[in-house]
């Protein structure tokens, strides 16, 4: 049986693959709060770097190697702007091309966008990851006007606040990692 103590896997995935993107900068601040948080193996994973195809046929070396790094994953950090009231294609494909990799484990959304702070998109992506059989949690991190909320060096302006929401976050999401992972390790998940 695995223990609470146990380190847990966590992918943080960029979803925005557009040039002059804000997502690397979201997702670099979370990383290095999360290893600061502790007791994570975290694996960056930016959409933009993966080249993954757009028609959903045979998988190749680049779908291929993502779902290596998913399935070794116990929990899932998206950090995702809000594009038109939704997230990225590019998110959704990566999505698509998975479904055993998703099942069974909780997901973090860290978003980011204009006045809604990506939260429309997210919770698009709620619905998604539910139809997948993965858990979604409660807690998220949003920036509204996010363009505005970062230093020159990538730290929020509001570290208290942001810091605070990322823990919490990330207390969230590794009790629901550890639960879903000793269940998964005894009973298989039957769907």
């Known amino acids: 049986m695995m223990r609470a103590t146990e380190t847990l896997r966590v992918a943080i995935i960029i979803g925005s693959t557009r040039a002059q993107r804000f997502g690397p900068t979201v997702a670099e601040w ?4 999360a290893l600061e948080h502790g007791g994570l193996d975290l694996d960056l994973i930016d959409l ?4 993954l195809p757009d028609i959903l046929a045979d998988p190749d070396a680049a779908v291929t190697a993502l779902g290596s790094r998913l399935a070794r994953a116990d929990a899932f950090v998206i950090v995702s702007p809000e594009y038109n009231r939704g997230y990225p294609a590019s998110l959704k494909n990566a999505i698509d091309w998975f479904v055993d990799e998703w099942k069974a484990k909780p997901v973090a959304i860290v978003s980011y966008g204009g006045i809604s702070g990506g939260l429309r998109g997210a919770e698009q992506l709620r619905l998604v990851f539910g139809e997948l059989h993965a858990v979604p949690i409660r807690e998220t991190v949003s920036f509204h006007s996010c363009w505005n909320k970062f230093n020159d060096t990538g730290q929020p302006l509001d570290l208290a606040g942001t810091g605070a929401a990322a823990t919490a976050l990330l207390d969230q999401l590794t009790w629901w990692a550890h639960a ?3 269940a998964r390790s005894g009973l298989p998940y039957p769907f």
């Open 180 to 182: 879903l992972r000793t």
């Open 48 to 51: 933009a770097e993966m080249s």
């Open 30 to 33: 979370f990383h290095r709060h």
